[in-house]
């Protein structure tokens, strides 16, 4: 079990730590920090008042383990920078949790029921992690990412709140 708690400066250091090198910064945030990740940069980045970032903490024992955000623009709700960082913990259904608890932050704090994400094509337990809990690749947007001389495939999936059922 976990819970999301308000990100906040003394986090910066576990989440700049747990970034290791350019490609991980990349599918974690996208184009939009430089590697490596810096306190200046996160706090550049959460200075957008749309923007709102959590810690996600392990219940059992209080330990951080995560992070992820929302940023509220273009009549969306925007679900990012999802990471688990412990690969340990990866593929064990916690995705599914952060995904769960943000959709339900978004009930409890907006009035927006458009939900939007968008995910590397090559994370392929990502994509089935989100399309579990109800979201749907967008087919007419793609965006194209260049690292290290590969060509990244970012696709949009989304998800209208209208519809959404939580599954336990």
Known sequence: MIRLE????????????SIKDAR?????????????LTEEQIKQSLSDKNRIAFSIV????????????????????NL???????????????????V?????????????????LNVFDFNSSAIKCYQKIGFVIHPDKKFVREMHNET???????????????KD
Request: with cysteine; glycine share 8%.
């Open 152 to 166: 990244w495939i970012a696709l949009n999936m989304r998800l209208n709140l209208d519809n959404w059922i939580r």
């Open 58 to 77: 392990n219940v059992s024992n209080d330990s951080v383990i995560g992070h992820c955000e929302i940023c509220f623009k273009d009549s969306f709700a």
């Open 6 to 17: 308000k990100f906040d400066k003394g986090d910066y250091p576990l989440l700049i730590n």
């Open 100 to 116: 769960t608890l943000l959709l339900e932050f978004i009930i409890k704090n907006s009035e927006e029921k458009n939900v939007e």
């Open 24 to 36: 991980e910064l990349m599918q974690f945030a996208g184009p939009e920090f430089i590697f490596p």
């Open 80 to 98: 990012g920078r999802i990471l688990i960082m412990d690969q340990a913990l990866r593929g064990k259904g916690i995705g599914t949790q952060i």
